[in-house]
């Protein structure tokens, strides 16, 4: 229910990756960062397609390493009944003008050694909130910051795959078919079948306590030097694609051996996290574990990093008022060509434009 998408982030200028720290280390992009959140603390920002944002928490560590907060983001524009589970009956009929904020956990980690840092977004069930802050982050620190350029990028090449499965131990495999076999809808006696199938499983699974070889094809595959169907050839189960159930650093993670491009690094913090009376993550935990995967990722570099778990500065926003009319928010405009408000423009990292280490 809980996850963290993790984001690889760089700057570049004249066609080349820049630090993200200065060379005294007081300044850099985290820092700027830090004043970019604050300074649209508690903010209510209509966006497009109907919906709202608003940052309701920025922390850092303090080295500035470590920047992690909450953003709220919500959708309105239709009508809907609020049911209570305990009564089974409506306590609220949602207005067209009302959204729904939820929170959700972000984080940037930047070693003040590294080239690049890791930007972690949280993902709640099937909602996240990477549309409604990477575009507007690139924007304006681009403006703000005029010859470079920031890269967010998904932490998802095939080097990432073969450097997960090298640390990793198996816990389970799964023989993938998209199509019923043959010879098993035969078996069933039930002709048609084929049609309604989405897909068919031969698994492997450890014993309590053990865990699976390795197969020699897995990495020739992830590496292109393989197709999938080299890997083994079962009796009677063609299969399409083998998914792996990874444990890493006592994690489970699922990789895709076919498809290594379409691998998702979100981390499942589910279990790891305790579900506080809001029903969202208790904010020590999901901060914890998210400082701490960052930490993993970023070791991938090959120097070990460690990102200090102190709190030195934390600006939380007032609560919002109870009642707001969206009129007042968003003027005579149609709240669907809104556009969002412009921060106040921070100190350039570059002095003048000139590319030198941020």
């Known amino acids: 229910m809980f996850s963290l998408a993790p984001y690889r982030i760089s700057v570049s200028a004249d066609g080349a990756e820049k630090p993200l720290w200065s060379a005294d280390g007081t300044h850099g992009f985290a820092p700027w960062f830090f004043t970019y959140l604050k300074d649209q603390l508690g903010a209510l920002q209509p966006r497009p397609d109907k919906r709202l944002a608003r940052v309701a928490r920025v922390c850092a560590n303090a080295d500035g390493t470590f920047v992690f907060g909450r953003y709220q983001t919500g959708e309105y524009g239709f009508k809907s009944e609020l049911v209570d589970s305990n009564t089974n009956a409506v306590s609220h009929v949602r207005r067209v003008t009302e959204a729904e904020m939820i929170p959700f956990f972000y984080s940037l980690a930047i070693p003040k050694q590294g080239s690049w840092g890791v930007f972690t977004l949280q993902k709640f069930k099937n909602f996240g909130i990477h549309d409604f802050i990477v575009p507007n982050l690139i924007q304006d620190f681009e403006a703000d910051n005029k010859g470079c350029r920031l890269y967010i990028q998904r932490l998802v ?30 078996a069933l006696g039930s002709d048609g079948m084929t049609a309604h199938v989405r897909e068919v499983e031969f698994v492997i699974r450890a014993a309590k306590g053990r865990y699976l070889p390795k197969l020699d094809g897995f990495k020739d595959v992830i590496l292109g030097n393989k197709n999938i169907g080299q890997i083994a050839t079962l009796p009677n189960i063609p299969y399409d694609t083998i998914k792996l159930d990874l444990e890493v650093n006592g994690r489970r993670r699922t990789m895709d051996i076919g498809k290594p491009f379409k691998l998702s690094p979100n981390l499942d913090v589910t279990d790891e996290v305790t579900e506080g009376d809001d029903g969202h993550p208790v904010w020590e935990d999901i901060s914890t574990v998210a400082r701490d995967f960052s930490a993993d990722l970023l070791s991938a570099q090959g120097v070990t990093v460690t990102i200090s778990n102190d709190t030195a500065r934390d600006h939380i926003a007032e609560k919002m008022p109870d009642t707001i009319e969206l009129g007042t928010l968003l003027g005579p405009t149609d709240p669907a060509l809104a556009v969002p408000p412009k921060t106040s423009t921070h100190q350039a990292l570059l002095a003048n434009g000139a590319p030198g280490g941020i």
Request: no cysteine; net charge negative.
């Open 157 to 186: 090449p095939e080097t990432l795959a073969s450097t997960l499965l090298d640390g990793a131990l198996v816990k389970g495999m799964r023989f993938v078919s998209y199509k019923l076999p043959a010879g098993i809808e035969d």
